[in-house]
């Protein structure tokens, strides 16, 4: 085949994968090979078209076997690990606050508004555990319960 053939094949699987349907990732490996040995084509490798097809072949399943999963699992925000919640987090509260208080707090690089939920004074300068989020609201309390 052809490279340009090659790439266009490629093309078209990512475009398949992106815009159409939804292979958990498949696609996305078989696409970029095809690319892969369009490109080798262009830099002057000129294998035959059986080789073209073998390196097609070795090139998705073994970017597949080796990179899917946990690319699949870091895309979707299951990897181990991942948190996309802000729930269990500590927050470092500034000033003291009182049961059902409001203050502000820099979690995460942003500045929130925490709420004490909590049935307990939190001393200014101590952590605080987040329990839940309402919008912009960080629910904060530092019982051991919560």
Do not use: C
Not at 20 to 47: H, K, P, R
Not at 122 to 131: E, F, K
């Amino acid at each position: 085949m052809l490279w340009w053939g090659w790439i266009v094949l490629g093309v078209v699987i990512l475009g398949a994968e992106m815009f159409v349907i939804d292979a958990q990732f498949f696609l996305v490996f078989i696409g970029l090979s095809a690319v892969l040995v369009g490109v080798s084509e262009v830099l002057g490798l000129n294998l035959p078209e059986w080789g073209q097809w073998m390196m097609f072949a070795a090139l998705g399943l073994i970017s597949m076997v080796t990179f899917r999963k946990s690319l699949y699992l870091k895309i979707k925000g299951t990897a181990p690990g991942f948190r996309a919640g802000l729930n269990g987090d500590m927050v470092q509260v500034s000033d003291e606050l009182a049961p059902g208080a409001e203050s502000r707090a820099s979690h995460r690089g942003t500045k929130w508004t925490i709420r004490n939920v909590g049935g307990g004074i939190i001393p200014a300068g101590q952590r605080a555990r987040v329990v839940k989020t309402d919008g912009l609201v960080l629910h904060v309390s530092n019982d051991p319960a919560d």
